[in-house]
């Protein structure tokens, strides 16, 4: 861009009134500014605009539709789609899956890889300086793996895993002995399906949220550490009084990130069980909503279970922060 | 505030908003726009002169475009009739696209009034055809048109090769392929070991008691095709209770699934589930790893599946497997059908979208396909009948399933019936949940039906779908 070369000549300001109250200098701004402003702020706004606000205001338009999806014809009936949603037990059921999902896989995850990350950054040798296991580098490898693997294969894998018939996992529980796992079908009772698919999001997450901890635990100055050590802190104690509280706030951030994860875990279900679980036991609202509005063709109804689904993450994140907010005392 | 506070706040705000960024594609996923409403005309490429050798009045040197379901059949049956139309018609150009998306591929083309010429919507993510009806092309005239060998098409094709396709009076889809269910089983390890394809539930039941002591299961599912069991037991309760049980099933009526024949059936399948003569696992299965269960491993005798069985297990069937079909099983001896009496279906519904650029040029697609080059080359190829009569030979083209077929069919002779309600009210879905359970012995009979009854009753009682009255 040839016109983004800043000219001096306008940063100069305007002569001064008489006024001893001077208004704040304002600076005019030049074309090279203008120009840079549109690029760097225009341009991505007008992108966001295009590709998220206003699908976001259309998809809130159709809630309040009857639309069907394939036709340009529709008629408004107000908020009757929300309505309907509220009495629609396969919805609900759906909702209160992703609940499940956003309580435990977070907690979950993130209680395993900051174990892991305090493993290995300052689990190590109590003597000699503060450090984490040894090989830890190993150990850090081997558990970030799977978090390479594009998380449908995650999902094609374990399904496998999971098979009844000809799966690794009832191949190793039949071949110790326990013959009640002949033809177990873990993704196929209500009682497995969802703690399965749990493990398998889990399984996949762990390891990049530990690198992340690492990283948190890397930049706490290692002599909090060693005055903890000092006083005679443990592993455990130096965990909860000087990891927990230095890292809080990228446990939010994990918190939330994973929060998001569940509220959608489209991706593994259509894996693990495309058409919802046992007794729609893992169905998602990710999924109801893509029935609803390809199979069912009932886009206007689709678009209210899109609109309750933003709904649902606004408001997690909202509960995340406030939780932190009330937790961290006003004291600091 | 202090400034410590200002930028917590300010963090807070900006970790919000991304939040928000992230919430956001849930929603663009149901917002697709609907902008850019196309105009009305239809058929802007119609302007070829009708005649014997062109009855739609393609025009001339023109292109037409279709979207073909690319599953079981594969698309290329479509690509030779392509071929056939583009040496009738010289000069015009067709273009065949394979999909599996048909639904999600096709939307913003509906919307948008640019729908392609020609659609094979089936599969998985095919359109209910309920939704697309008001915009699809009626027909009818090319069943009145004349095949490529000069003779009415309609001629050619077995009886009620329509019924599937009309809704409402209006012919709005051709199912090309005839799809014969069954119960389907190796002729070669029953011959050895002296058993027979059960002619009634009893009968199965007896078949399931052998099958255990040789350690195999009498049937086994896989939980995307939990349903095949719906429509085993819909068919056999159809030829218990005839027209009374089907229309009410069709129309969703309340208590239809809990109509005595319906209910026999379910009561005959508990048995079987209670004695364990189904393969255990099926709820957590991927259908085809099911089915090679069945056609490679033999794990158990029967499966319940449309005629494309064969054709889909092709590479995973075992060697001298002989697979047959069966009519399904009958409930009583006062059964108001014969047990030979068949639920057979033309599927793959090929439709032409009004607002088509080349409507006649789709219509031109079907002339060709409903010829007898192009039927025979597809039973051939894919070792399935089409609607067109005659394509099969004696021997089956070597197939035993293909012969057992047209077995059946001659043995039923006018006995014929079929069901739409599933598919034209998108219930397949729903239904999958309580069948895998009831398969699994998760639930009973009772709990089956309480389930179905409640799916059912939703679509019934939900004044924003539309019905198609069936009489």
């Known amino acids: 861009m040839t016109a983004v070369v800043p000219s001096m000549t306008d940063v100069v300001a305007p002569p001064s009134g008489s006024s001893r109250f001077k208004r704040p200098r304002r600076r005019r701004m030049s074309r090279a500014r203008i120009v840079f402003i549109l690029i760097t702020l225009g341009l991505p706004f007008a992108f966001y605009s295009l590709f998220v606000l206003w699908p976001f205001v259309q998809a809130f338009i159709y809630s309040l539709t009857n639309w069907g999806g394939f036709s340009d014809t529709f008629e408004f009936v107000g908020l ?12 609900l059921k759906a909702v209160r899956n992703n609940l499940l999902l956003a309580l435990v896989v977070p907690f979950v995850t993130i209680v395993l890889s900051l174990a892991l990350a305090t493993m290995v950054t300052v689990g190590g040798s109590s003597t000699g300086a503060v450090r984490g296991l040894d090989r830890s580098s190993l150990y850090r490898i081997v558990s970030f793996f799977p978090y390479t693997i594009p998380a ?34 873990w993704l196929g ?43 005679g802190a443990g592993r455990v104690r130096m965990t909860m009084m000087v990891t927990l509280p ?77 939780i932190n907010r009330l937790t961290r005392g006003r004291d600091r | ?70 599953g079981g059949y594969g698309f290329d049956y479509v690509t030779f009739a392509a071929g056939v139309v583009q040496k009738e018609q010289a000069g015009s150009k067709v273009t065949v696209k394979p999909s599996t998306q048909i639904a999600q591929e096709l939307q913003p083309r509906f919307v948008g009034g640019n729908p392609p010429d020609l659609i094979d919507n089936s599969g998985a993510n095919a359109i209910g055809l309920n939704t697309i009806a008001d915009q699809l092309e009626d027909l009818s005239d090319v069943f009145a048109a004349k095949n490529l060998e000069g003779t009415t098409i309609k001629d050619t094709l077995y009886p ?24 389907w089983y190796s002729a070669s390890l029953f011959e050895a070991n002296g058993w027979t394809p059960p002619k009634t539930w009893d009968e199965a039941i007896q078949l399931g008691g052998k099958a255990k002591a040789q350690k195999k299961f009498l049937f086994l599912w896989g939980k995307e095709a939990a349903t095949y069991y719906q429509t085993l037991a819909i068919a056999s ?133 409903l010829s007898k080059e192009a039927a025979t080359n597809f039973a051939k190829t894919k070792l399935s009948p089409t609607i067109v009569k005659g394509t099969v030979p004696e021997d089956g083209f070597g197939s035993t399933a293909l012969k057992s077929q047209g077995a059946m069919l001659s043995g039923a002779g006018s006995d014929v019936f079929t069901w739409n309600f599933v598919d034209v009210y998108g219930m397949n879905q729903d239904q999958l949940v309580p069948w895998n359970a009831f398969l699994s012995g998760q639930i009973d009979a009772a709990g089956l039906t309480k389930q179905l009854q409640s799916i059912t009753d939703k679509v019934a009682n939900d004044a924003s779908v539309k019905k198609v009255e069936v009489k």
């Open chain 2, 160 to 183: 009620g090769v329509e019924a599937p396709g009309t809704i409402n009076g209006k012919l709005v889809a051709i199912n090309y392929v005839q799809t014969v269910y069954a119960l």
């Open chain 1, 80 to 91: 009757a789609n929300y309505k309907a949603l509220l009495h629609d037990d396969i919805f």
């Open chain 1, 189 to 231: 009772e209500v009682s497995t399906a969802m703690p399965v698919t749990m493990f398998v999001i889990i399984w996949g997450f762990v390891g990049f949220y530990m690198v992340l901890f690492i990283a948190a635990i890397k930049g706490i100055p290692s002599e909090l550490y060693d005055a903890a050590r000092v006083d």
């Open chain 2, 237 to 369: 309760a159809i030829k218990e209770g005839g027209d009374e049980v089907r229309l009410a099933l069709e129309n969703l009526k309340p208590s239809c699934w809990s109509l005595a024949p319906v209910q026999g059936v379910l009561k005959a399948m508990e048995t079987i589930v209670k004695n364990g003569y189904m393969k255990p696992g099926g709820g957590g299965t991927q259908f085809t790893a099911a089915q090679a269960q069945w056609s490679n491993d033999q794990a158990a005798l029967l499966y319940p599946s449309g005629s494309w069985i064969e054709n889909e297990m092709k590479s995973q069937t075992k060697a001298d497997f002989k697979m047959t079909g069966a009519p399904e099983p009958s409930l009583t001896a006062s059964a108001k059908m014969p047990y030979t009496a068949l639920h057979s279906a033309a599927g793959e519904p090929f439709v032409v979208p009004s607002k088509a650029k080349n409507a006649a040029g789709g219509k031109e697609i079907l002339r060709a396909m």
């Open chain 1, 246 to 322: 230095m890292v809080r706030d990228t446990i939010q951030t994990a918190y939330i990130y994973l929060g998001i994860l569940a509220l959608d875990a489209f991706v593994y279900m259509a894996a693990l069980n495309a058409s919802g679980g046992p007794q729609n036991s893992t169905l998602t609202m990710t999924q109801d909503l893509f029935n609803t509005a390809f199979k069912k063709g009932q886009f206007g109804l689709a678009s209210a279970m899109g609109v309750f689904l933003a709904a649902t993450t606004l408001t997690f994140a909202a509960v995340v922060f406030t």
């Open chain 2, 1 to 70: 505030m202090d400034p410590r506070g200002m930028q917590v706040g300010r963090r807070t705000i900006l970790q919000l908003a991304f939040a928000g960024g992230l919430a956001v594609p849930a929603l663009s996923l149901a917002g697709c726009a609907t902008g850019g409403g196309g105009s009305d005309s239809s058929s802007t490429a119609a302007g070829g002169s009708k005649s014997d050798k062109n009855p739609f009045g393609m025009a001339d040197k023109s292109t037409v475009e279709a979207v073909i379901f690319n």
């Open chain 1, 152 to 185: 449908i294969v995650i999902g094609l894998i374990w399904s496998q895993m999971f098979d009844p018939s000809s799966g690794l996992v009832n191949g190793l529980l039949t071949g110790i002995g326990l013959d009640r796992f002949e033809s177990f079908a």
